[in-house]
């Protein structure tokens, strides 16, 4: 048995996706001696940001990043698996209103033996994970 780490992040940004649970309802269907069974990918794995531009005039803020999100089955299931996405993610908000003008968030590269499961769901998942990032922004506002 290959010994698993732990989920890992490094930085604030990091923990925050982390603590958003972001892998929490990823399911999959994965199919193994003929039998396909839906398997959920709801474990993090790892978040690591590569890059965050971030800038602001006046009450518009704008936030560019790409970054590699991994999840993984929980170590319990029948077929062990996961899958990790690196994405470009735009955000553009209004600070006086606090709401956002402008998004988007766009798969660019996936990897692990559900990666090509995800390839070809990548826009229902880049659609779920945006509307997770505007909540978690939307709290910024209610503090």
Known sequence: MVAQRPAAAENVLERAIGDAQPCRALKVNASSFGISVEVGVDKLDYVK?????????????????????????????????????????????????????????????TSGPFGDIVQGLKDEIAQALLRGLQRNVSKLCQK
């Open 49 to 109: 940001i590569e890059r965050l531009d971030v800038s602001v005039n006046g009450d518009l803020a704008e936030a560019k990043a790409r970054g590699t999100l991994a999840c993984k089955t929980s170590d319990n299931t029948l077929v062990q698996g996961g899958f990790s996405a690196t994405a470009d993610v735009s955000l553009h908000f209004d600070l006086s209103s606090c709401k956002t003008t402008e998004s988007s968030f766009e798969i660019i590269r």
